[in-house]
């Protein structure tokens, strides 16, 4: 009875421990686009359960075709440290990983830009201990391989910004019939705003929580000298604390609800 046993445990470990270092070919990233993700994927199957008639939105545009206050709203929603870390935030980690303890529900929380673009790529929105691992691996598997600048590039192209919508040039042009290019400083936030659940709150909504989220990312914009704001402005932002949250996350995704009241995600700044 030991024997047969004894082999079940050595196959699933071996099974186990080959899902976990199978890595996708991430060189190939470095000149080619990806022309699909594993989240458009899972879309199109969900819409065909649900009976749903979506189609994907996509335009791919370089970096450098890309407004430079999306691109700093973004890093500071989504990733504060993306330009120092490598690939993981730990203080990040650390405070998710005490929030979802003493919410009793682990979530696992904090990732950063690279994790997310992981996420989206190869992976199932599904949550586990031993994707959270996978997802690991690859990010610092992706991290080794890309720059910062071509993990910005894709992660800004494939991002999902509502339904169908995927990538900047896509969401700028359905929210504000312009291209990514053109973005303003306010519209920048609004978008960064929604990035946690973009199939929930929607960027020209009147959500409290898109309205106070955005405003804080445009606030943190101007104490870094990201914008010049008109004097107005000036005083209406001095007292603005610099934290930003996402919204609290169900089991399905594109199901959070707008928190009751803000706490950071990391060290000074703001899925799956």
């Known amino acids: 009875m030991k024997r047969p046993l004894t082999i079940l445990l050595v196959i699933t470990v071996a099974a186990i421990m080959a899902y976990l270092m199978l890595v996708p070919d991430i060189s190939g990233l470095k000149k080619k686009n990806p022309k699909k993700t594993a989240l458009m994927e899972y879309r199109y199957e969900e ?8 189609r994907i939105t996509q335009i791919w545009v370089p970096l450098s075709s890309i407004s430079p206050y999306v691109i700093k709203a973004v890093l500071i929603a989504e990733d504060d440290k993306f330009w120092s870390h490598e690939g993981f935030d730990y203080e990040a980690i650390k405070k998710a990983v005490e929030k979802d303890i003493k919410a009793g529900k682990f979530k696992f929380g904090g990732s950063t830009i690279s994790q997310q ?14 994707r959270k691992l996978r997802e690991a691996i690859i990010t610092w598997r992706m991290e080794k391989v890309l720059s910062k600048r071509r ?8 991002a999902e910004w509502g339904e169908g919508i995927f990538g900047i040039e896509a969401a700028a042009r359905h929210y504000y019939g312009k291209s990514a290019s053109e973005l303003n400083p306010e519209e920048s936030a609004r978008l960064a705003a929604v990035l946690p659940n973009p199939r929930k709150f929607n960027p020209l909504g009147n959500s409290r929580y898109v309205q106070h989220r955005s405003s804080l990312i445009y606030s943190i914009m101007v104490r870094r000298g990201i914008v010049v704001p008109e004097y107005e402005e000036v005083i209406e932002e001095e007292d603005k604390d610099e934290s930003i949250e996402e919204p609290a996350q169900k089991e399905n995704p594109g199901e959070a609800s707008p928190p009751d009241e803000l706490s950071p995600k990391t060290g000074s700044s703001v899925s799956q």
Not at 47 to 54: E, H, L, N, V
Not at 117 to 130: E, F, G
């Open 47 to 54: 819409w065909k359960k649900k009976g749903k008639k979506y």
């Open 117 to 130: 673009l992981v996420k989206n790529l190869y992976l199932s929105p599904a949550k586990s201990p031993l």
């Open 151 to 158: 993990i910005l590039t894709i992660y800004l192209n494939i």
